[in-house]
């Protein structure tokens, strides 16, 4: 359901169980299928007590020197 404003990119994020800080996923494009091999570093994190984020941010992600912006959806992980 998003939908590109030409102002905004939105940009996911791995929010680690243990509180540690968020990972950046990459920069998610509306109406865009993206596929990413995910280093073992972050799929050790995908574990039940992780989530998942999606922030709004400028065109082409947050700014190295900027807080991530508001979260627009949010998912977490569970074991099944």
Same mark, same amino acid.
Do not use: C, Y
């Given at each position: 359901?998003?939908?590109?404003?030409?102002?905004?990119?939105?940009?996911?994020?791995?929010?680690?169980?243990? &509180? +540690?800080? !968020? $990972?950046?996923?990459?920069?998610?494009?509306? %109406?865009?299928?993206?596929?990413?091999?995910?280093?073992?570093? /972050?799929?050790?994190?995908?574990?039940a &007590? +992780?989530? !998942? $984020?999606?922030?709004?941010?400028?065109?082409? %992600?947050?700014?190295a020197?900027?807080?991530?912006?508001?979260? /627009?959806?949010?998912?977490?992980?569970?074991?099944?």
């Amino acid at each position: 359901g998003l939908t590109a404003d030409g102002v905004h990119d939105h940009e996911l994020w791995l929010v680690p169980a243990d &509180g +540690a800080a !968020l $990972v950046s996923l990459g920069v998610v494009k509306p %109406g865009e299928v993206r596929s990413m091999a995910v280093p073992a570093s /972050v799929s050790r994190q995908l574990d039940a &007590g +992780a989530g !998942l $984020v999606l922030t709004r941010e400028p065109i082409g %992600g947050k700014p190295a020197d900027a807080e991530a912006g508001p979260v /627009v959806a949010q998912g977490a992980f569970n074991r099944v």
